[in-house]
């Protein structure tokens, strides 16, 4: 296993054992034992040979084809048995239900995980609070108090928590909300918009919508709704945040009855209160070889990814009793992928072409047809999720273990310790600058690049890549995942608002469950910084 400088010191930082003293106590193949290990022993609860197990997910996880959620690596093994990655906690309108969530936050980040909430039931600002005669303070102000708490409890010691933020756009307090990450307020919190198909078709049809108060469930005022999505894409380009979710796409696409409000940190898992996911991904850079995607190796590792994943769930240990009870009983897991720029250039093609969209689409099929046929092989011997019967699946498979299999996540420092790039993201650059681990720098290049084996026309990078490109790439992936998909528009400084604006559009016109940009500088602190003197 041939590990970068970068990843060796994000190991030893994050995920490698220490003693007491702090010392580090296992190498990177010792800690990939102890995860394969610990995730194979589920397999004796249906009488199955663990070992033979515990070889498969080892000579994966070591020839870097297939690596789980950090949680999962962290964890497994230890006196922290939390795998998970990602949830979502209900915040009910009531001080009784935010400071539940509060806690049940504060026990989840302790443990590894991210935690995802909507607001939109919360009254907004200025209303009545009838048992003590107050005004409410609304739902930004609440987030401060979540936000607050994440900044001083850092997850299982090694890593600062993740929240996402959701309102919906016909909330009283929307304009408030789209606009509260500016000059940097709330850096633990992405925020996204909840854009349902009634609010963007207002938008397109520039009229008003009414904004309706949680509470009472009656319009308080009408808003021009061009307006309210003008502050979405006017923040979105000064700072990154928020997001649009597209939340009517989202529920149209989930296979259970019951409705999806938010979304994990990153908002490429969508859940119900009190729902974990456990994500993993399959590094496609290594499923190419002789300028060619090698079909029967990324079949295997996909049904061994979702195998994984599945014992994940049997012997996790939750942090609360809801959680696991709605986790076991819906069983999603996220299959994804990493490393997606990196493959286009072994097999020849660039990542801003057609072919690379009718790639993105052929992969992404394969590998959610070849999940659920993994899946549905897992339920005939250990049965079907307890929610099966009452799903939309029952109409189309006589069993399925899991209720989604897919999932496409950021993979940040999985893809570092994969070395390879994040996602199905384009490469950032050719070279730059990696900050982190507390401000530290890496000087980064890319192996395909130095090892000048390839044309180097294949090496398009994000910011060279136009914007709808980008948007039709992630839309692709979309139509072939059960979740959602984690990927950012890349822009560069130069670009403006009706850029942003544009992109939005295209993406709820493209079906996809959600959007994120980021246009280069527009945050004062940046991880990746195209590298010039270096």
């Not at 819906?330 to 801003?352: C, S």
Request: contains cysteine.
């Amino acid at each position: 296993m041939k590990l970068s400088k970068t990843a060796m010191a994000v190991l030893r930082r994050r995920y490698l054992l220490r003693d007491e003293k702090g010392n580090v106590t296992e190498s990177p193949l010792q800690m990939l034992k102890r995860v394969a290990n610990e995730v194979a022993k589920a397999d004796s609860r249906y009488g199955q040979d663990w070992k033979k197990s515990e070889k498969g997910f080892f000579k994966a996880m070591s020839s870097l084809d297939f690596l789980p959620n950090s949680p999962t690596i962290m964890n497994a093994g230890t006196s922290i048995p939390q795998l998970s990655a990602c949830f979502v906690v209900p915040v009910e309108d009531s001080i009784a239900s935010i400071f539940d969530a509060l806690k049940s936050m504060a026990l989840i980040h302790q443990s590894g995980g991210g935690v995802g909430f909507s607001f939109s039931k919360l009254r907004p600002e200025g209303d009545i609070v009838r048992t003590s005669r107050g005004i409410a303070s609304g739902p930004v102000s609440f987030m401060r108090i979540f936000d607050t708490a994440t900044e001083v409890i850092k997850q299982g010691g090694r890593r600062r928590g993740a929240n996402m933020g959701i309102l919906n756009a016909e909330h009283p307090d929307i304009m408030k909300f789209v606009s509260a990450k500016e000059r940097g307020a709330f850096p633990n919190f992405n925020i996204s918009a909840g854009a349902s198909d009634s609010f963007m078709e207002a938008v397109k049809g520039n009229r008003k919508i009414d904004l309706v108060n949680p509470r009472t469930k009656k319009a308080v005022k009408k808003e021009s709704a061009a307006k309210i999505f003008g502050e979405i894409v006017k923040n979105a380009w000064e700072t990154g945040d928020p997001g649009i979710v597209f939340i009517d796409e989202i529920n149209r696409k989930h296979p259970l009855a019951a409705k999806i409000e938010a979304t994990n940190p990153c908002g490429e898992q969508p859940l119900l209160p009190y729902e974990s996911c456990n994500l993993g991904s399959i590094n496609l850079s290594n499923m190419a070889s002789n300028g060619a995607i090698d079909w029967e190796k990324l079949r295997k590792t996909v049904h061994l990814g979702v195998h994984f994943l599945d014992n994940v769930i049997d012997i996790s240990q939750f942090p609360l009793p809801e959680i696991a009870n709605m986790t076991k009983a819906n069983r999603k897991i996220g299959l994804g992928v990493m490393g997606f720029a990196e493959m286009l250039v072994k097999i020849k093609v660039r990542y801003d072409s057609e072919d690379a969209i009718t790639i993105a689409e052929k992969l992404m099929k394969f590998i959610t047809d070849e999940a659920r046929v993994k899946s549905e092989e897992l339920a005939r011997k250990r049965g079907s999720f307890p929610n099966f019967r009452k799903s939309r699946l029952a109409g189309r498979y006589r069993a399925m273990r899991n209720a989604t299999v897919t999932t496409i996540a950021p993979t940040g420092t999985i893809s570092i310790i994969a070395g390879t790039s994040s996602g199905i993201e384009p490469m950032f650059a050719v070279k730059f600058t990696r900050e982190i681990l507390g401000h530290k720098k890496f000087v980064e290049e890319n192996p395909l690049w130095k090892s000048g084996k390839y044309s180097k026309k294949l090496f398009v990078t994000a910011m060279q890549i136009k914007p709808e490109h980008h948007v039709r790439m992630q839309a692709a992936f979309q139509r072939y995942t059960d979740n959602a998909v984690s990927k950012t528009v890349n822009l560069p400084h130069s670009a403006k608002k009706e850029d942003v604006r544009k992109i939005f559009m295209l993406a709820h016109k493209l079906k996809c469950k959600g959007i994120t940009v980021y246009r280069y500088g527009s945050k004062e602190a940046q991880v990746l910084n195209v590298c010039v003197t270096c």
